[in-house]
T-cell receptor, first 113, second 114 residues
Framework: AQTVTQSQPEMSVQEAETVTLSCTYD???????LFWYKQPPSRQMILVIR??????QNATENRFSVNFQKAAKSFSLKISDSQLGDAAMYFC??????????FGGGTRLMVKP | NAGVTQTPKFQVLKTGQSMTLQCAQD?????MSWYRQDPGMGLRLIHY???????DQGEVPNGYNVSRSTTEDFPLRLLSAAPSQTSVYFC?????????????FGPGTRLTVT
């Protein structure tokens, strides 16, 4: 079974600065996807960014980028120019051959004005 | 499109009561799923369906039943609620079962069992 671990329960960042959220996973599969979801206080789950394991190039979406290290099974999220609206819970998730996503425990990000 | 809708938004049950959480989507998605979210934990899959008439268990299925009689609806039934089922429940859907990662989530139902 796959596992996803987020070792940082809470992180804080100053507005306009950069923060990196960590995620590690364990799998024996070679073909899979990794995701970061954002959950603001509204509880809505919002897909932030997606990475296909077969792609070497790290995914980027505007201010959000990932550092995907396949051999190390590491998948970190970098948020540049942090904004107050980035404050939320962030979940790392794994999607493999089975019909399910496996989520990490989440990291609460606080943004200080 | 309304996307994925869930009712109710909040519910309080007494131990032993039964209820059904409703989930509907209007995107003609084949894949639908139910997750629960507990404090300090990520979402855990309860049950999922890859099409009408087909359901399967996820990671934490005990205490829950599902059925999928139509493409649009995927209700989750609690037959005899227990305090351990206090959680936030999310329904999600995806167009293609092989592309389960592109899931659209509903707004969630907060359930408290006393």
């Amino acid at each position: 079974a796959q596992t996803v671990t987020q070792s940082q329960p809470e992180m804080s960042v100053q507005e306009a600065e950069t923060v990196t959220l960590s995620c590690t996973y364990d799998t024996s599969e070679s073909d899979y996807y990794l995701f970061w979801y954002k959950q603001p206080p509204s509880r809505q789950m919002i897909l932030v960014i997606r990475q296909e394991a077969y792609k070497q190039q790290n995914a980027t979406e505007n201010r959000f980028s990932v550092n995907f290290q396949k051999a190390a099974k590491s998948f970190s999220l970098k948020i540049s120019d942090s904004q107050l609206g980035d404050a939320a819970m962030y979940f790392c998730a794994y999607g493999g051959a089975g019909n399910m996503l496996t989520f990490g425990g989440g990291t609460r990000l606080m943004v200080k004005p | 499109n309304a996307g994925v809708t869930q009712t109710p938004k909040f519910q309080v049950l007494k131990t032993g009561q039964s209820m059904t959480l409703q989930c509907a989507q209007d995107m003609n998605h084949e894949y639908m799923s139910w997750y629960r979210q507990d404090p300090g934990m990520g979402l855990r899959l309860i049950h999922y369906s890859v099409g009408a008439g087909i359901t399967d268990q996820g990671e934490v299925p005990n205490g829950y039943n599902v059925s999928r009689s139509t493409t649009e609806d995927f209700p989750l039934r609690l037959l005899s609620a227990a305090p351990s089922q206090t959680s936030v429940y999310f329904c999600a859907s995806s167009y293609d079962p092989s592309r389960v990662y592109e899931q659209y989530f509903g707004p969630g139902t907060r359930l408290t069992v006393t």
